[in-house]
């Protein structure tokens, strides 16, 4: 029997793919009152069509910021071959910022068609181009790739990237107020542990994949497992019922 393996949602980690506000210069046309492109804003609106829409409206700029998100609207969509269309010319610009975007969004791409090694190299470039927090998001992901693709030397590998550059996971700005947190351990190892024993209850709830969420205790760095976000406790509460072993709801903000 094939072991049940946790699947990607693109809907939430492609958000957090535009946790900074893409440079570059805009026409004044495609520009909102806040400053930003009309496509980046509909984009964190999640109206990933008109998003698209927009974005392919422009023209192509140097930093191709348009491209990024028009790809990353139809990843989110699941248009995968249309959105590889958009993103795979982005992984050789010059632009780190641009270019490790779009190779963590095909890497998730990847991930989603169960693409493992694909997905797996893909995440590795992404952290190797991104910087802070969201180099260590790109580990993180690149190392549970890597491992399902049995290369367990660049998994470890990987994983000690993650460790190194903090949470592994970015929340998206309008994500619940509480979560339910499913463990705290003192090593990596085990909170992955605990992800793999929760992942098929996560599923059958029909909630993401567990998560790991460095924080700190005492001064001292603890790996929290965490599952779903809620807007409030009682929801949170009922989703902690379908998990076994010592559960907690967590305010996030």
Same mark, same amino acid.
């Given at each position: 029997?094939?072991?049940?393996?946790?699947?990607?949602?693109?809907?939430?980690?492609?958000?957090?793919?535009?946790?900074?506000?893409?440079?570059?210069?805009?026409?004044?046309?495609?520009?909102?009152?806040?400053?930003?492109?009309?496509?980046?804003?509909?984009?964190?609106?999640?109206?990933?069509?008109?998003?698209?829409?927009?974005?392919?409206?422009?023209?192509?700029?140097?930093? $191709?910021?348009?491209?990024?998100?028009?790809?990353?609207?139809?990843?989110?969509?699941?248009?995968?071959?249309?959105?590889?269309?958009?993103?795979?010319?982005?992984?050789?610009?010059?632009?780190?910022?641009?270019?490790?975007?779009? +190779?963590?969004?095909?890497?998730?791409?990847?991930?989603?068609?169960?693409?493992?090694?694909?997905?797996?190299?893909?995440?590795? *470039?992404? *952290?190797?181009?991104?910087?802070?927090?969201?180099?260590?998001?790109?580990?993180?992901?690149?190392?549970?790739?890597?491992?399902?693709?049995?290369?367990?030397?660049?998994?470890?590998?990987?994983?000690?990237?993650? +460790?190194?550059?903090?949470?592994?996971?970015?929340?998206?700005?309008?994500?619940?107020?509480?979560?339910?947190?499913?463990?705290?351990?003192? *090593?990596?190892?085990?909170?992955? *542990?605990?992800?793999?024993?929760?992942?098929?209850?996560?599923?059958?709830? $029909?909630?993401?994949?567990?998560?790991?969420?460095?924080?700190?205790?005492?001064?001292?760095?603890?790996?929290?497992?965490?599952?779903?976000?809620?807007?409030?406790?009682?929801?949170?509460?009922?989703?902690?019922?379908?998990?076994? $072993?010592?559960?907690?709801?967590?305010?996030?903000?």
């Amino acid at each position: 029997m094939k072991a049940m393996q946790p699947r990607f949602s693109l809907a939430f980690p492609t958000i957090a793919l535009l946790a900074l506000v893409l440079g570059g210069c805009h026409t004044s046309r495609s520009v909102h009152a806040t400053g930003n492109p009309s496509y980046i804003s509909l984009y964190r609106a999640r109206a990933y069509t008109e998003a698209y829409e927009a974005a392919k409206a422009v023209p192509t700029t140097p930093h $191709g910021s348009e491209r990024l998100i028009a790809g990353m609207s139809l990843a989110a969509l699941g248009k995968h071959d249309e959105a590889k269309s958009w993103l795979k010319p982005l992984t050789n610009s010059p632009d780190k910022n641009i270019r490790g975007r779009a +190779e963590a969004t095909l890497g998730l791409v990847f991930a989603e068609e169960e693409k493992h090694s694909e997905a797996a190299r893909m995440l590795q *470039s992404a *952290s190797e181009d991104l910087a802070g927090p969201m180099k260590g998001w790109a580990a993180h992901y690149g190392a549970q790739e890597f491992g399902f693709a049995g290369d367990n030397m660049r998994a470890d590998r990987m994983r000690t990237v993650a +460790e190194l550059r903090g949470p592994s996971d970015l929340p998206a700005a309008d994500d619940g107020q509480f979560t339910v947190q499913l463990g705290s351990f003192s *090593s990596r190892s085990r909170a992955q *542990s605990r992800v793999r024993a929760t992942t098929p209850a996560a599923q059958q709830a $029909g909630l993401d994949i567990p998560r790991v969420e460095l924080t700190i205790a005492n001064n001292r760095p603890l790996y929290a497992v965490r599952v779903g976000r809620f807007g409030n406790s009682t929801e949170a509460k009922q989703a902690s019922q379908r998990f076994s $072993g010592d559960t907690a709801v967590i305010r996030t903000n």
